[in-house]
């Protein structure tokens, strides 16, 4: 891992997804690129055709440097043998990464603070800036949650759909994800829930597919059953100890993004536990 992008508001769960990526970055050896994103002033210029826009130059001065102290302040409280670069972006939004990451040299993991959904209109219906990331990011997203503290990764949940033809794919790259934390221990999860059963030869069938495909010698596979598979996961979560949930998103948008919704984003907003989302 190279390069670990970090996105921050400032707030309180920002801070703590700061010092989760630092000490995260100190572990594997990445540098750690903070980047704090605003909208610039804009003025309205009346014209004799009507009215045009055009940035306050002074007044986005001003909001720039003080973002910058804040920034430098934010970067200098704790940086644990680190290198940390700092950035400020104007006019881009959070949740659409195509139009900022060529702007840190290979980065190939974003971690960012989430107090997950608060209310059903912030989460429920427009989800949040965090959950919205994992939907369009071309690369791995680590959502933190104010309660989170890193420590080395010994077991992750990593739960599967069998007959999900990317699912084995989806292994692959967590395995390649996870091989800073040698001594971690990965558990497969199968939820069956009443409208998805996965029967035992379907899953012996999957289980030598795994043995053949993948070289981890820490896998184990555990089948939780309940009414949904977020409640299955949650129960998992509070049975199993474990230090990562690491889920993978088919990334659907529009109209089956609606229909559907994705369960990678429901976990980001409803359960408090780092969650790694991995496109598929």
């Not at 980047?35 to 001003?62: F, T, W």
């Not at 395995?175 to 990965?186: H, M, R, T």
């Not at 949904?228 to 474990?242: F, K, W």
């Amino acid at each position: 891992m190279k390069s670990v992008l970090h996105l921050t508001d400032f707030s309180e769960a920002a801070h703590n997804a700061y010092s989760y990526a630092l000490q995260l970055c100190r572990h594997t050896g990445a540098d750690l690129h903070v980047a704090h994103i605003y909208d610039r002033p804009y003025a309205s210029i009346a014209y004799q055709g009507g009215l045009s826009a055009i940035i306050d130059a002074e007044l986005d001065n001003k909001i720039r440097s003080a973002l910058r102290e804040s920034l430098g302040q934010y970067i200098t409280s704790i940086k644990d043998g680190v290198k940390v670069y700092a950035h400020l972006w104007g006019d881009l939004t959070i949740w659409r990464p195509d139009t900022y990451l060529d702007k840190v040299p290979q980065v190939e993991l974003i971690v960012m603070g989430t107090r997950g959904a608060t209310s059903l209109w912030h989460g429920g219906i427009f989800g949040t800036n965090t959950a919205r990331l994992i939907r369009h990011s071309p690369i791995p997203v680590l959502a933190v949650h104010p309660k989170n503290s890193y420590a080395p990764f010994q077991k992750v949940l990593l739960p599967v759909d069998i007959y999900d033809d990317k699912t084995i794919p989806f292994l692959q790259k967590s395995i390649e994800i996870l091989k800073p934390w040698q001594a971690v221990s990965i558990m497969l999860l199968i939820i069956n829930t009443p409208y998805v059963f996965y029967d035992t030869p379907s899953i012996d069938k999957f289980l030598k597919e795994v043995e053949e495909q993948t070289k981890h010698t820490s896998l184990t596979l555990r089948v939780y059953n309940d009414i949904s598979v977020e409640e299955g996961l949650r129960q998992a979560v509070e049975a199993e100890n474990a230090d990562l949930i690491v889920m993978g998103t088919h990334a659907r948008k529009g109209l089956a993004q609606l229909l559907f919704g994705s369960i990678t984003e429901n976990v980001a907003q409803y359960i408090a536990h780092p969650l790694l989302a991995v496109p598929l």
